[in-house]
Structures are given as structure tokens and as C-alpha cells.
């Protein structure tokens, strides 16, 4: 078991390292726009999930909010992305769907990351909003804190799977990412 967990960690450093030379060589400016980033991973404009969620991300890193993504915004969102553990992970999501950035969920912006698969689930999204607010919300005062949303997504499985915490995107990312290179 620890030489599989080894040799994951080799490729995900392997992977790191093309990603940051693939950077070099695509933004040579030092700076990747939003733009760039949905070339990178083929994003077609008609596909406005896939845009949103591109967008979301990218502003997830942007952390000077630039509007551009430097070398070591970068190199922290990969490095979050292929091997951050679960709680930076969920801190993550939280800061992604948190819109309005006041640090808390509303309902608005949790049926926003709702995405109802109607074979699995026999509930309209106001509903399950309405299961998730009872899981989390536990002062009941309407909205999700980083912390309620970090303690229910960690004890409840149904939970995780409504909000589709895909905190784990290193497939999306490594399926997708320079797909016109």
C-alpha cells in the first residue's frame, strides 16, 4: 500500500511539473487570463456549465483578484488540486460557491451547486436544499458558516453528493487541461 501511495505521489508530482512548464511555455508573460484558461482546457462557449465552473475556479486562485492567474497562483491552485488534503479541499468549495463572499451559504448560492441527477434523486432542488439546510445550518439562521459546512460535509455522505463536492478535481483537470497544446 505505501509503495501505490508512493509512486501516486511521484505521478502527481510528474504532473505538477509538465503542468508549470506547459505554463511557461503558454504564458510567457508570466500571467494566465480567464480567457487563456478556457482555451487551455477546451471550453466551449457554448457550454455554459463548463464555463461557470472554469470561471469559478479561476477566480477561486486569483487570489490578488487581477484578473490573472500568476506562476505561484498557479502552482498553489495545482498543487491544491492534486494534493491538498480534505479540509483545505472543503475550504476550498466553500470559498468557490461562497458568490458574494461574506462567508456564509444562502440558499440561493447552495441550490446554485445543486445538480439534481433525476435517476438518483426523487427531489426537486428547493428540497434538497431544504434536507441540506437541515443538516448543516445547526443555529437554523438561514445560512451555512465555513465551519457548519465543514462539519456536515465531513459526517454526511448524502450531503457530499448533493453538493457535488468534487473535491477531488484531479481528473477533470488532467482529462482536460491543454487539450488545444
Known amino acids: 500500500m505505501g509503495q501505490e501511495e508512493s509512486r501516486n505521489e511521484e505521478m502527481d508530482t510528474a504532473r505538477i511539473q509538465e503542468l508549470c512548464i506547459v505554463f511557461m511555455r503558454e504564458c510567457p508573460s508570466g500571467s494566465l487570463h480567464l480567457h487563456e484558461l478556457r482555451r487551455i482546457f477546451g471550453v466551449p462557449s457554448s457550454s455554459v456549465e463548463e464555463a461557470l465552473f472554469v470561471e469559478t475556479v479561476f477566480r477561486s486562485f486569483d487570489t490578488n483578484k487581477d484578473n490573472a492567474l500568476d506562476f505561484l497562483e498557479y ?15 472543503l475550504r476550498w468549495s466553500f470559498k468557490m460557491y461562497d458568490k458574494d463572499g461574506n462567508g456564509k451559504l444562502d440558499k440561493q448560492e447552495v441550490k446554485r451547486i445543486i445538480k439534481v441527477q433525476t435517476s438518483e434523486v426523487d427531489m426537486g432542488p428547493s428540497e434538497i436544499c431544504d434536507r441540506i439546510f437541515d443538516l448543516v445550518d445547526q443555529n437554523h439562521d438561514g445560512q451555512i458558516t465555513l465551519s457548519e459546512f465543514m462539519e456536515g460535509a465531513q459526517k454526511d455522505e448524502w450531503l457530499m453528493n448533493m453538493l457535488k463536492l468534487d473535491i477531488n478535481v484531479t481528473g477533470w483537470v488532467n482529462q482536460n487541461s491543454w487539450k488545444k497544446s
Do not use: Y
Open 75 to 89: 502552482v498553489a491552485a495545482l498543487h491544491l488540486i492534486f494534493r491538498g488534503n480534505l479540509e483545505d479541499r
